[in-house]
Structures are given as structure tokens and as C-alpha cells.
């Protein structure tokens, strides 16, 4: 299995105006230029000299989607989803060159944000097609799933646990995590490969710019985008505040809903941060959002650990006293966690917003 580091990968991506990707294929040393012409996506090709060396890059981000003040829902919806897209099928180019770490988180990023955006205007646009892309999404991920916990749990340990100075001998349960993780690897390659997938990310292109779905009355209108921005991001933000109500007594399922909510937030304040003109706003919000959802991480860390430590049968054997120091490990750190809860709930009151 062919590995590198986040200073040696595949790809190097840029942005154009409207977020659309510049990847560049160094097997076939030609870029692909991704222009939007409305809500679909038209290519050309064009040789780019650039060779594979040490400083390409080992995943791709995204860039501030330009969504104009004068823009309907369905094109908002078609910049977002094509936005998600563009990020997902970057990443599986850089994955399928060499398999970065990064690119597994950005790949499993991009599909939770596209169906992020799926449900968010569920309200505005309807259809099987729409229904059955969120699936499809979710069925990805899934398979990626094992891959991404497994790296997360491994850069877990080495910061963590290993580096307690009472800590026992760690090795034989990161080997049996890397063997796990590796296996991860395997499927999601397997995954990638899939011509299905291919298929997913064509189907998914062509419905955007037929606009093949049912709209609600306005959506098509020009200017609707922005009042459904504004009214999508305050009620996600008083579903968030709900869930964040004593959140330091919250059970970790209640937290966990707490963090999906703020999530969800945060993404869509990440799709229309460049649509009501105060950028400098909306990167602070958004980087609040971050802070928050930061925040919680101790007691996501506790309940991925404990479900990787199940997933290895770690419990019995000659990995039981490992994986019980790893276990109190991050108890103690979630139990840490609470006392930073009071303060997250009053962070949370004080947002500011941008919409």
C-alpha cells in the first residue's frame, strides 16, 4: 500500500471565481478546469507542465462559494452541491494517485457536506433522484469510514496515551489497529475504484444541470437565494441553541446530537458566507462555529476510542491492559471536557452572526 506524507501527494488545486477546481493529473500531465456556467459544470482539457514533486499536495480544501446577491434557490443549491462535488471527486483523484490520509478526511468531509446541503433545501427542491443521491452519499462514506477512524485512532494514541509516562506497552495494540486501518484502506480503495462511483458523481452532475426536481413556489425566482439563506442559517441556529441547553449535564448521545447540530451550522454558514457581503463576519462565525465544535472533541475522542477498542476485541487477551489504560485515558480527558462545557453553552448565546 503506497503511502506519503501531507508534503508529498498527488495533486495540486486551485479555485476559480465561482469555486470550481483546477486538478491537475500527473499521470497525464493535464489539468482539468472545472468553469460554471449556471448550475452545471462544463471541462476542457489543457496541457500543464507541472511534474510530481515534494511540494504538490496531499488533499484539497475548498474555497468560498460565490453565490451573487441576485441568484434563485436552485441556482444556490446547483453552486453548493456542484461545490461538494468538485471536493469529493479532487480528493478521490489525489486518493487513487496516493493514498493520503488527508485526502480520506477531505473525501468523507465533502460527502457530509453534500448531504448536508441535500437536506438543507429539501424544503425548496424534491425528487427521487435528489433522495437517492444522499443515499449513495451516505453508502461512500460509509465505506471510507474504516479507513479515516483507523488514522484517527492511531494519531490518537500517539498523542494521547503514548505519551503518559505510566503508560503500558502500546504496540501490539497499535499493530492490531494498523492491520484494522489498513483493511480500511483495502475497501475504500475498492469503493473509489467502482465504476458505481464514477456513475454517482455523473448522475449527480447531469440532475444538477437539468435541474431535474420539483420546486417550491419562489425558487426559481431571482434574489430568492439570499432569504432562504437567511432563513435556513437562524432556524439550524436555534436548533443548535436547543441542543446546547445544559449541555455540561448532557448525555454523550444528547452531545453527540449537540455536535451534529453545530456541524450542520456550520456548514451552511460555510455555503453562503460570501452571499450577504460581510466576509470579515462570516469568517469569524465561522471560525467560532469551529471553536465550538473543537470544543466537544474530548467526548468524541472518548466514543471513538472505545468504539475502535470494541471493533479489535482489544478487551480480553494479551490487549486488555492497553486498551483499559486507553479507556480511562480518555475518560479522564472527557471528564476535562465538562468543565470547559458551561463556558461552550455561554460561547454558543454570544455568536455572532453574519446573515
Known sequence: MLRCDKARAGFIIKCDARAGFLAVDYDSRLATLFLRHGPGLMSHKTELPSPLGDGARAAVGGAPIRIATHDSIETAASLIINDCLDRFVANRAIFLQRETEESVHQMRVALRRLRAALGLFRVALSGTALTSAAARAQSIARALGDARDGDVFLEMLATGPGDAEDAPDLAMLRVAARQRRDAGYSCASKILKDAATTL?????????????????????????????????LSR??????????????????ERHEARIALKKLRYAAEFFEDLFGRQKAARACIRALAALQDGLGGFNDLAAAKRQIDLLHANEGSLALAAGFVRGWFAHAACASIDHAHESEKNFKDLKTFW
Open 200 to 232: 454517482f458523481v455523473d448522475d449527480l452532475r447531469r440532475l444538477l444541470a437539468a435541474r431535474d426536481w420539483s420546486v417550491m413556489p419562489g425558487a426559481e425566482a431571482a434574489g430568492s437565494a439570499r432569504d432562504f439563506a437567511r432563513n435556513a
Open 236 to 253: 439550524l441556529k436555534k436548533r443548535a441553541r436547543r441542543k446546547f441547553r445544559d449541555l455540561a449535564a448532557q448525555t454523550p448521545e
